[in-house]
C-alpha cells in the first residue's frame, strides 16, 4: 500500500499514535463485562460511523492508537485517499500537538515521539495539508 506520504511524515504519524498506551487508559475506566479490545473497536466504531471527534482530547489518541494498532497487523499504512487514511491524517492532525499524559504514556514508544527532530511534527502536518488541499 502507498500511502503517499514521505517516510518522515509517516514516522511522525506513527510515532504520534504510538506514544500513547489505550491498554493503560482502558485499565483507568475498565468497565465490567467488557474486555480491552471490544472497549478500544467500540470507540472506533463510534468515531467513523458518527465522523465525530470525542469530547475528550485523551479519548480521540485513544481512537488514534487502536487505529494504528491495525495498521500495525495489516503490514503497513493505508493507501492515500482510501477510507482508513482519510481517518488516520484526520486524527494525526487533531492529536499532534497535544501533550502525551503521563499515565497513558507507552514506555518504550513515547522516546521516539519526544525525541523526533525539531519541526518535524509540524513539518508533517503540513505535508497531509497540502495532500488534503489537492484533492479538493
Given at each position: 500500500?502507498?500511502?503517499?506520504?514521505?517516510?518522515?511524515?509517516?514516522?511522525?504519524?506513527?510515532?504520534?499514535?504510538?506514544?500513547?498506551?489505550?491498554?493503560?487508559?482502558?485499565?483507568?475506566?475498565?468497565?465490567?463485562?467488557?474486555?480491552?479490545?471490544?472497549?478500544?473497536?467500540?470507540?472506533?466504531?463510534?468515531?467513523?460511523?458518527?465522523?465525530?471527534?470525542?469530547?475528550?482530547?485523551?479519548?480521540?489518541?485513544?481512537?488514534?492508537?487502536?487505529?494504528?494498532?491495525?495498521?500495525?497487523?495489516?503490514?503497513?499504512?493505508?493507501?492515500?485517499?482510501?477510507?482508513?487514511?482519510?481517518?488516520?491524517?484526520?486524527?494525526?492532525?487533531?492529536?499532534?500537538?497535544?501533550?502525551?499524559?503521563?499515565?497513558?504514556?507507552?514506555?518504550?514508544?513515547?522516546?521516539?515521539?519526544?525525541?523526533?527532530?525539531?519541526?518535524?511534527?509540524?513539518?508533517?502536518a503540513a505535508e497531509v495539508r497540502k495532500?488534503?488541499?489537492?484533492?479538493?
Amino acid at each position: 500500500m502507498d500511502s503517499k506520504l514521505t517516510y518522515e511524515t509517516e514516522k511522525a504519524i506513527m510515532n504520534c499514535a504510538t506514544r500513547f498506551d489505550g491498554y493503560a487508559y482502558y485499565e483507568t475506566i475498565k468497565k465490567s463485562g467488557i474486555e480491552a479490545p471490544a472497549y478500544l473497536d467500540e470507540a472506533q466504531k463510534y468515531f467513523f460511523s458518527s465522523g465525530k471527534l470525542f469530547g475528550s482530547p485523551v479519548k480521540n489518541m485513544l481512537v488514534n492508537f487502536f487505529l494504528h494498532r491495525q495498521f500495525h497487523h495489516w503490514g503497513w499504512l493505508p493507501s492515500a485517499y482510501s477510507e482508513h487514511w482519510y481517518y488516520m491524517v484526520y486524527l494525526y492532525l487533531h492529536t499532534y500537538r497535544l501533550p502525551t499524559p503521563d499515565k497513558y504514556r507507552h514506555s518504550s514508544m513515547t522516546k521516539d515521539w519526544e525525541q523526533r527532530p525539531k519541526g518535524s511534527a509540524e513539518a508533517a502536518a503540513a505535508e497531509v495539508r497540502k495532500m488534503l488541499m489537492r484533492r479538493l
